[in-house]
C-alpha cells in the first residue's frame, strides 16, 4: 500500500505585520498544491523538495535565489542544501556567488560527489562542469523580496532582514527528503556560513523524518538544529511536536528566533517557529493544502 | 577547590603503520607538557586549546597549518573551529586559502564577529582586519606531514591522506574548550568542507563535555559528531565513553572511520578511535603525560 505523501513549505521566519503577503500567499497555496500533485502521481519525495525550493528561489519573494540578501561588500552569497533520508545522501553549497538555482548545484554536490558540502569558488566550477546556469547581469536578476523594506537592506540587526525557503517531503514509496536555501541576512560579513548549507542542523532527512530550518542561523547551530530534533526522539522518545518545541526552546535561549517545519515517516506534519510569524504551507493525501503567514 | 585540570590532543586519526612516528610522539609528548603546566598556572581551556592547535599547525607534522594538503587546483585550503564552553561562543572558518594560523582566525571569528562560520575569500579578509599572518609564499612555507607519502599527495580514497589536529581542555576554573584544524582531504575537490569547521560536529564544547573530531569528514556529518555524542549524554544517559563509541560506530556504518578526544566536567577523558590509529597525547592534575599512535 502506498504511503500517504505529504509535502509542507516555508518560506522564512522573517517576517513583517505591517505588510501585506497576498502575493506570498498566492505563489506559496499555488505552489504546494502543484508539489502535492506531484507526489500523488510518484514523483520521489527528493525530486519534490528541490522542485518546490527552486521555484522558491526563482520567485524573488523570499530571501533566497533572486530575492537574495547583499553582503557588506555589495555580494550576494548564497547557501543551501539537500538531503534524501532514502539514501542517506545529502549535498550542500556555501558562500557561492552567481548561481542562478542554488539548491540544484547543492543537488549536484549529492550526485556527482563524495562531498557533503562544497564552499566560495568551487560551487561556481561545479556549477560550470554540470552546465547548471550562473547569474550573468546581477542588477537584472535580483529583487527585494516580499516584506523587506530597502532600507534594511544594511541592518543586520533587523529581526526582518533575514530568511531562509525550504521544503520537507514524504512520497507515495515512504521516502523522505529535505531541501533549503537560503540569501542570507542582510549587510552581513561577506562569507558567513549559517546553519541552512549545513547536513544535520538546517537540513536533514533520513528513514524517521525530514526537516528544514529558518531563523537565526547562528543560535540555529548552538542549539542543535535538525539533529537536535532526531536525537529527541530517537534518545528521549519525545514526538515530532514536542522535539520540535523543545529545540525552538534551546534556539530562544541562544538569543535566536525561527522556525521548522518537519514530516515523519507516519506523515505527521509540524511547523513551528518562535518567531512573529513563517510563511507555510502543507498539503497531503489527508491533508487540504493550507497556506499561513502568521 | 579549583577542579583538576586536564588537556588531551589529537594529531589525526590518518596513520600509516609502516612509517616512524617517534617525531610526532615527540611533538605531542613536550607540547602536551606545556599545555597541562599552562592550565596548572591558571591559564583558560580557551586560551590554552587555541596554543595547543596553534602549536601542531606551525609544526608541519601534521595534515593542518604548514602539514596541510593541496586540493585539486594544488591550492591549500584550511577549516578549523573553536568553541569556548563557558562563555558558549565559538568561529569557525572554512575553505581558507594562505592563512598561516587557521585556528587564530577562527578565534578571530568567536571573539570579533556575531557569526558562527566564515568562509572562502571572507576568510582572509577577517584575517588582515585583525593582523593575522598571511602565507606570503607557499613552496617554502608548506610541508608534507609525517606518514603521508609524496605520490599519496593527490590521492582521494588514501586511508591516510587526511587528517586533522585537535585538543580539548578543562582548566582550574572547571570551564571546557575544543579546537580543532585541518588542512583536509589530500586531492580533495576546491572548496570541499568536512566537519572540522562546523560548530556541534567535528568541534563542539559547553558546561558538560568539550569534543574534537578528526576522520572521514562526510562520515561524521552523516553521524553527528560531537553534538550526537552530547545528545547520547544528556538524552539517552550515556556515559562518555559509551557515547563516543556509539557516534563512532554510527561513522563507520556511514562507511567513515577516525576517532574523537572528549573530556567531561568531571574531568574524565576519552580518546576513541576505529581507524588504525590516532595520534594522542594526555596529561593533568590527576594524570602523568601519556602520547601514543596506534
Redesign the interface.
Known amino acids: 500500500m502506498p504511503h500517504n505523501h505529504v509535502i509542507a513549505l516555508h518560506g522564512g521566519a522573517g517576517v513583517n505585520p505591517a505588510r501585506d503577503y497576498s502575493e506570498v500567499e498566492a505563489h506559496l497555496g499555488a505552489l504546494v498544491r502543484e508539489c502535492e500533485e506531484q507526489l500523488a502521481a510518484g514523483a520521489s519525495a527528493i525530486d519534490v523538495v528541490e522542485h518546490a525550493v527552486a521555484a522558491m528561489e526563482a520567485s524573488g519573494l523570499y530571501v533566497a535565489g533572486r530575492g537574495s540578501a547583499p553582503?557588506d561588500r555589495g555580494e550576494v552569497e548564497c547557501d543551501a542544501a539537500i538531503m534524501d533520508g532514502a539514501r542517506?545522501r545529502?549535498g550542500g553549497i556555501?558562500?557561492a556567488i552567481g548561481l542562478v538555482h542554488p539548491i540544484s548545484v547543492a543537488r549536484a554536490v549529492l550526485e556527482h560527489?563524495?562531498?557533503?558540502?562544497?564552499?566560495?569558488?568551487?560551487?561556481r566550477?561545479?556549477a560550470e562542469e554540470h552546465g547548471l546556469a550562473l547569474v550573468s547581469n546581477s542588477a537584472a536578476h535580483y529583487r527585494l523580496p516580499v516584506g523587506v523594506e530597502p532600507e534594511e537592506l544594511h541592518r543586520?540587526d533587523s529581526g526582518l532582514a533575514h530568511g531562509t525557503v525550504g521544503a520537507v517531503a514524504l512520497d507515495r514509496q515512504g521516502r523522505l527528503a529535505a531541501a533549503t536555501s537560503t540569501g542570507g541576512l542582510f549587510g552581513?560579513?561577506?562569507?558567513?556560513?549559517?546553519d541552512t548549507p549545513?547536513?544535520?542542523?538546517g537540513n536533514w532527512a533520513d528513514s524517521a523524518l525530514a526537516v528544514s530550518c529558518t531563523g537565526i542561523?547562528?543560535a540555529f547551530?548552538?542549539a542543535?538544529?535538525a539533529?537536535?530534533i532526531a536525537?529527541?526522539m530517537s534518545?528521549?522518545d519525545l514526538s515530532l511536536d514536542a522535539a520540535c518545541q523543545a529545540m525552538l526552546e534551546e534556539v530562544a535561549r541562544?538569543r535566536g528566533d525561527g522556525g521548522v517545519i518537519a514530516i515523519n515517516a507516519s506523515g505527521e506534519v509540524t511547523m513551528a517557529f518562535n518567531s512573529p510569524g513563517m510563511k507555510r504551507a502543507v498539503a497531503g493525501a489527508n491533508r487540504s493544502p493550507s497556506v499561513a503567514i502568521f
Not at 115 to 120: P, R, S, T, W
Not at 188 to 194: H, I, Q
Open positions: 553582503n542517506m545529502a556555501c558562500a560527489t563524495p562531498h557533503v558540502l562544497i564552499a566560495g569558488d568551487g560551487v566550477r561545479l543586520l552581513k560579513r561577506a562569507g558567513r556560513v549559517g549545513i547536513t544535520g542542523i542561523g547562528e547551530i548552538y542543535g538544529g539533529r537536535d536525537a529527541r534518545y528521549d541562544r
